[in-house]
């Protein structure tokens, strides 16, 4: 099957700087997501995007679907950033397109 | 409400017990998901629904059933628990299965002693 590997899996940031996030795949996916899992385990919508790049506020993303690789950028890091942000594609799966196969997660913590 | 809501937000359970975990939405999508959540191995795909009256299997479907008599509902059911079940459990709904953006519920801790 498919395989999404993030990296790095862990990253320790001071408040104020900016991190770029991976996500590489193994194969031709019809969907892309970013997700941030806050401390409390909510799983929060960053970004849609199979292709191209988006932008919303401090947030942006970047995907080359043909090279098999997003990118999620983090710039002016705050406290509220930290968590575990998640990479999932969507597959052709049972005949059903769209149903996710999530990378392990990058676990951010960004320091005061 | 507003978009998924998940019922309870935690239990836990004796081994060899039935319980079922409730999901709603009401964005009216065709399509809705299962997933659970294991420390270390990220979420996994248990059951789908692309449309109400039809059911798939995900990745890991053993031990668990659904149903999907409406669009608003998709209930998963453990009819004999077991401890291996101890995870937390995410509801999600997209449009339709087309690769659609997917939404995610608050999620359900499920412990199985």
């Known amino acids: 099957g498919i395989q999404v590997e993030q990296s790095p899996p862990d990253l320790i940031l001071q408040e104020g700087a900016n991190s770029t996030l991976r996500c590489n795949f193994s194969d031709s996916v019809n969907n892309l997501q970013w997700f941030h899992q806050n401390p409390w385990g909510q799983l929060i919508n960053l970004f849609y995007?199979?292709?191209g790049t988006k932008q919303n506020g401090r947030l942006s993303a970047t995907t080359v679907a043909t090279e098999r690789y997003s990118l999620l950028y983090i710039s002016s890091s705050q406290t509220t950033d930290s968590g575990v942000y998640f990479c999932a594609v969507g597959i052709l799966y049972g005949g059903s397109q769209g149903n996710l196969i999530f990378g392990k997660g990058t676990k951010l913590s960004v320091k005061p | 409400i507003a978009g998924i809501t998940q019922a309870p937000t935690s239990q836990i359970l004796a081994a060899g017990r039935r319980m079922t975990l409730r999901c709603t939405q009401d964005m009216r999508h065709n399509a809705m998901y299962w997933y659970r959540q294991d420390l270390g191995l990220g979420l996994r795909l248990i059951h789908y629904?692309?449309?109400?009256?039809?059911?798939g299997k995900g990745e890991v479907p053993d031990g668990y059933s659904v149903s999907r008599a409406n669009t608003d509902d998709f209930p998963l059911t453990l009819a004999s628990a077991v401890p291996s079940q101890t995870s937390v459990y995410f509801c999600?709904?997209?449009?339709?299965?087309?690769?659609?953006?997917?939404?995610f519920g608050p999620g359900t801790r499920l412990t199985v002693l």
């Open positions: 995007i199979p292709s």
């Open positions: 999600a709904s997209s449009a339709s299965g087309g690769g659609n953006e997917q939404f």
């Open positions: 629904s692309n449309t109400a009256g039809t059911t």
